[in-house]
């Protein structure tokens, strides 16, 4: 059956919210527009993510992906615990380490089902900007809303995936994503929800979380279609009317 479209939407401003800064909001409704915002973003990202997958794109290399950023999101909640001082932050993080762990090894393991190689260790590639940017973020509030992002994106990846299995009849590996990794994603978003307000206190904090938040979508974009990254960095062409002065 033929998928519905996702709906296409606005972009969410690499400086952060459509909406001008001021003072502070209530933090709990500072998080709902953020969330909103996201949804938006998604919505786009999604749209642009189904029509990178073509049908010569194998599901073991979907996988391979997968594996990625699992291992590297695994990473990146294990720097950031060793730094964090409040205890249900730890908490939470350390839990995510583990989660994603029994993600790759249930991943590797659909791999060599499929006759893919199991072996093939992510690691061997440079880690991606995602995981560069993620990795320098400092306070509680950008990383809590950088994380509600990124388990928002792998959220909408999973998803995606267990689409185009069950579409090809891969009946397992749509099982593996809905059922196994799925609810694990849904707790790290619901996480990052619900720890957010106690951290987005000040115009500042929720400054940093709107620019955290429009960063990692960036970041995604980018990774999903690396063309925009060559687009942005790109120089303005030559003037012809400057005559080669």
Not at 82 to 103: F, I, K, M, N
Not at 128 to 142: K, M, N, V
Not at 168 to 185: F, H, I, K, M, W
Request: charged share 30%; aromatic share 2%.
């Amino acid at each position: 059956m033929r998928q519905s479209p996702v709906p296409l939407a606005c972009p969410l401003k690499s400086e952060g919210s459509s909406h001008s800064r001021g003072p502070a909001v209530d933090p709990a409704g500072f998080v709902d527009e953020l969330e909103r915002e996201l949804l938006r973003s998604l919505a786009r990202l999604g749209e642009q993510a189904r029509a990178a997958v073509t049908p010569s794109v194998h599901v073991t290399d979907l996988l391979a992906g997968a594996l990625r950023d699992g291992i590297e999101t695994a990473e990146i909640a294990a720097l950031w615990l060793t730094d964090e001082p409040d205890l249900d932050l730890r908490l939470g993080l350390a839990r995510q380490v583990g989660d994603e762990a029994r993600h790759f090894e249930l991943i590797r393991d659909r791999i060599r089902e499929l006759g893919g190689d199991p072996t093939a260790d992510p690691r061997t590639r440079a880690h991606s900007p995602g995981f560069r940017y993620l990795r320098g973020l400092q306070t509680p509030a950008e990383r809590l809303a950088a994380g509600l992002a990124r388990e928002g994106v792998a959220r909408l990846r999973n998803a995606l995936l267990a689409q185009i299995c069950d579409a090809r009849g891969d009946l397992e590996t749509a099982r593996l994503s809905r059922d196994q990794v799925g609810p694990d994603e849904v707790r790290h978003l619901d996480f990052c929800r619900k720890e957010l307000p106690r951290y987005a206190l000040t115009a500042a904090d929720q400054d940093a979380a709107r620019r955290a938040v429009a960063r990692t979508i960036q970041l995604a974009e980018e990774a999903t279609d690396p063309s925009r990254s060559s687009k942005a960095s790109a120089p303005p062409p030559a003037d012809p009317s400057a005559g080669g002065r």
